[in-house]
């Protein structure tokens, strides 16, 4: 089934911060797949591509906020710590675990930014996971309303950390508070970055000729596409609305569809030619910021072609099910709050390093 990209009439635009939009975050993160994973190409035509990137290197130290702290950020005081410091205090007793010589972990981050900038909140945050012994790429989504601790900010003064939102780390202070705040909270220490927004969405699945997508009866329904379980072809404007859906179950489902397209998106690009993937490139790439040098990722790209045979259908989230509670006492709206943190990280070290060592 094909259908059609055309918006009906009269449908209205979302705001800019409104929780429809963020969703489609998830969606721009897929297009990581075709620049990260499953590029060809190699010297001057690289350096080339590589000029259409937005390069801007993590800097050390903590950096201010990129846009105002209460403008949407979810941030409010919390006055009493005690519920939640003492899981705090045992998670920062894990080991931080960096790449490991099979492992090798990027965070891919989607903005909320309809404009040609990266300023936002980072409402898609995925672990990339590249294991090199298991021939394997693992997804893991960080869920943007996770209780967390934001490093070096501390508005109340009280001399502690701030607890906030993931997903305001990076509308505090950018890809690097973000980075320094998944080490302390998560005890992973990821160096490399890949950032976008999603405005180059849906005219890149168009490109892609569309991706094939099992639906639920559900889905389908919400589409406005039929009422029955089965696979669809979606063009750009339905697979946007499809990873934007969150009202059928909750922000736990949005980002399994959102990992699920990323893998549809990663097998519809093993099918196409050097010329075709070079010419969605030209599209994407502008669209994309990264802290990787251009040798870094000329080795990134240009290693691409050995995760062809890798597989792509392990993936986990954060928090873990069964393992968080809504938390609206905290003053911070719909925050997710981990009964117990250490555990989940422990269980996450699990699944993303399956016993490798770090480095």
Excluded: C
Excluded at 224 to 241: C, D, F, I, P, V
Excluded at 309 to 333: C, F, Q, V, W
């Amino acid at each position: 089934m094909k259908v059609s990209a055309k918006k009906s009439k009269g449908r209205k635009t979302p705001k800019k911060h409104s929780k429809a939009v963020r969703g489609i975050v998830g969606a721009s993160v897929a297009l990581l797949s075709i620049l990260g994973i499953l590029f060809i190409g190699s010297g001057i035509y690289v350096w080339r591509l590589y000029s259409l990137v937005n390069y801007s290197p993590v800097e050390s130290g903590y950096v201010d906020s990129v846009v105002d702290s209460d403008d949407g950020s979810g941030y409010e005081e919390i006055d009493d710590y005690t519920k939640i410091e003492e899981g705090a205090a045992s998670v920062a007793e894990i080991s931080v675990k960096g790449n490991t010589n099979n492992i090798t972990n990027y965070l891919l981050i989607g903005i909320d930014s309809r404009q040609n900038n990266f300023s936002g909140l980072s409402d898609t945050m995925i672990i990339l996971t590249i294991d090199k012994k298991n021939k394997d790429i693992r997804l893991t989504s960080l869920l943007r309303d996770t209780l967390v601790t934001i490093p070096g900010r501390d508005k109340n003064g009280d001399g502690k950390d701030d607890f906030a939102k993931l997903n305001a780390a990076y509308s505090y202070g950018g890809p690097n508070l973000l980075l320094k705040t998944i080490e302390q909270n998560f005890r992973i220490k990821i160096s490399k970055h890949i950032t976008v927004n999603f405005t180059a969405f849906s005219s890149t699945i168009d490109a892609l000729g569309g991706i094939d997508i099992e639906l639920t009866a559900a889905e389908a329904k919400h589409l406005k596409l039929g009422n029955t379980a089965k696979t669809y072809s979606l063009n750009g404007h339905y697979a946007l609305e499809y990873v934007r859906i969150r009202k059928l179950d909750s922000d736990f489902g949005r980002t399994a569809r959102q990992r699920k397209m990323l893998n549809a998106m990663f097998q519809k690009a093993k099918t196409m030619n050097v010329a075709k993937l070079n010419s969605i490139l030209n599209k994407v790439l502008p669209q994309i910021q990264t802290n990787m040098s251009p040798n870094e990722f000329m080795s990134f790209t240009l290693n691409s072609l050995t995760y062809f045979g890798y597989t792509m259908d392990k993936t986990y989230h954060i928090p873990p099910n069964g393992k968080y509670r809504s938390a609206p006492e905290l003053g911070l709206g719909s925050v997710l709050y981990m009964e117990d943190p250490a555990s989940a990280v422990i269980e996450l070290h699990k699944f993303i390093y399956n016993g490798e060592t770090a480095q």
